[in-house]
Structures are given as C-alpha cells and as structure tokens.
C-alpha cells in the first residue's frame, strides 16, 4: 500500500488547512488510521487516529477542538482538518495506515503499530 499527502502549505496564525492521504494499492477500508507529526529537533508524536470501524476517535491535547480526522472509502482517502493554527504546529505531517490484518474498534496512537506511512506534507504556520 503506498500512501500519498498532500495539502501541506504556509499558512498564517489562525488560519485552517485540510490535509489529505490517499491510499495506491489497496483499499483503507478495514485499517485503522492515524496522523503524525514531527517539528524538527523533536520526535515524531500522534496527532489524530481512527479507529477500522470508524467508531472511535482519539486526539492529542493540543489537537483536541481543532483537529478533525476522517476517511472517505469511496475516494480511498483520509483527511485531517486543521482549525485555528498555531506556530507550533509547523512540522512534516504523516499518515498511517495499519495494522493489516487486524480489525480495530479503538483507534491507534502508538506509530510503531501502523504498517504504512506516507512520505509526509510539510505545514509550516507564520505568526
């Protein structure tokens, strides 16, 4: 499965940006999903994850209110939107795709559970 982001860009302080991923060679219909994010110097860290049945969400503290996921199967794709930004948000965003195999009804955070990984979008935030 080869993920591709796109929608990355410079935006200003406050402003909004919807992030998308979209999956080449199979489908992302039963893989949970999740974004991550990693500023430089600073390690890579869950931003949003989606559970295989859609039911359940979890979002890092600093996404939370801000930050939506979702996944449209018909397009194969996955999305983040990003609400009210701030400096520190300015990193290369990831998506993830995983674990195959493996239904989920919680959503994942852990990176290192996720199969596929896309070849990241940078965001950068001006203030």
């Known amino acids: 499965v080869r993920l591709v982001e796109s929608g990355g860009k410079l935006v200003q302080t406050g402003g909004s940006l919807r992030l998308s991923c979209e999956a080449f060679?199979?489908?992302?219909?039963?893989?949970?999903i999740g974004w991550f994010r990693q500023a430089p110097g600073k390690e890579r860290e869950g931003v949003a994850c989606?559970?295989?049945?859609?039911?359940?969400?979890e979002y890092s503290d600093s996404a939370k209110g801000r930050f939506t996921i979702s996944r449209d199967n018909a397009k194969n794709s996955i999305y983040l939107q990003m609400n009210a930004l701030k400096p520190e948000d300015t990193a290369v965003y990831y998506c993830?795709?995983?674990?195959?195999?493996?239904?989920?009804?919680?959503?994942?955070?852990?990176?290192?559970?996720?199969?596929?990984w896309g070849q990241g979008t940078q965001v950068t935030v001006s203030s």
């Open positions: 060679g199979d489908t992302f219909d039963d893989y949970a």
């Open positions: 993830a795709a995983g674990p195959t195999g493996r239904y989920t009804y919680k959503p994942i955070s852990v990176g290192s559970e996720y199969d596929y």
């Open positions: 989606l559970s295989s049945s859609d039911l359940s969400t």
